[in-house]
């Protein structure tokens, strides 16, 4: 079991697991929003229980949890030989995968993944070391979006992407000094786009395992965009790829 807290990773936590959670934990006397959560949860079946803002400070570590926590299974990981490159919800086109290396901010590895669910990524890839953990902050900065995520924790990046590779995806590797712009790639079929941390970028053996390394378009005078975001631009250049072949 893991703990999550805060409104909407409660709720979503519900949304995705119903039942199958153990408990939820709400403050009592906090108004309108927490007593609907409450009701939502026991329509689930699920056990609710109220309790003093200490309470739920002392067991969040005095975490931002908002008068909500709850004990939720734990998530689902996945082997990146089982991750299909056609996408199910559009056959004529290719699984698109964001995979982080090096970040070490659960803050953006929750906001990567929140933009993974929302712009119709197939999962999120990372390494089992050099990055933040699955954690209840990770769970907090996702809003909730981390319960409908496919997420693949793996031993070797390098090694993930070569699998992938060899199966048929195209990797690219996000650098700010990349020779060619993420846009000047064909993106529709199946793709791997790499992201790394702002301070380090891409780490070189895992550059090698791509066969494109390339740049965002920048206009002003930062040189650099921090992972969730550089993610989310990236993930919305493959929708407009693929949005424009449609048509």
């Known amino acids: ?9 409660v709720r979503e936590a519900i949304r995705a697991h119903g039942n199958k959670i153990d408990w939820v934990l709400v403050q009592q006397d906090a108004g309108p929003k927490l007593d609907a959560l409450a009701r939502y949860a026991a329509d689930q079946g ?3 229980q109220r309790g003093p803002r200490s ?3 002392r067991r969040t570590a005095g975490g931002r949890h908002q008068g909500a926590l709850a004990g939720v299974p734990e998530l689902p990981l996945v082997g990146v030989d089982s991750l299909p490159l056609e996408d199910p919800r559009s056959p004529e086109a290719g699984s698109v ?13 929750g906001a990567v993944i929140r933009s993974v669910v929302a712009l119709g990524a197939s999962a ?12 209840p902050a990770t769970f907090r900065a996702s809003a909730g979006a981390v319960e409908h995520a496919t997420l693949c924790r793996v031993p070797s990046l390098p090694d993930a992407l070569r699998t992938l590779t060899d199966r048929g995806a195209t990797a690219v590797a996000l650098d700010a000094q990349g020779p060619v712009e993420l846009g000047e790639l064909k993106l529709t079929g199946p793709v ?11 780490r ?3 550059r090698q395992a791509c066969q494109h390394v390339a740049r965002l378009p920048m206009a002003g005078t930062i040189g650099s965009l921090n992972a969730s975001v550089a993610a989310a631009l990236a993930l919305y250049e493959v929708l407009r790829q693929r949005q424009q072949a449609q048509r």
């Open 55 to 57: 309470d739920l400070d």
């Open 97 to 109: 995968f964001i995979a982080l290396d090096g970040v070490m901010d659960p803050q953006n590895f």
């Open 204 to 206: 070189r053996p895992v």
């Open 1 to 9: 079991m893991r703990i999550v807290y805060g409104l909407q990773p």
């Open 46 to 48: 699920i056990r609710v």
């Open 124 to 135: 999120v890839i990372w390494p089992e070391h050099s990055s933040a953990p699955l954690s």
């Open 192 to 202: 791997v786009i790499v992201v790394g941390a702002e301070d380090k970028g891409v």
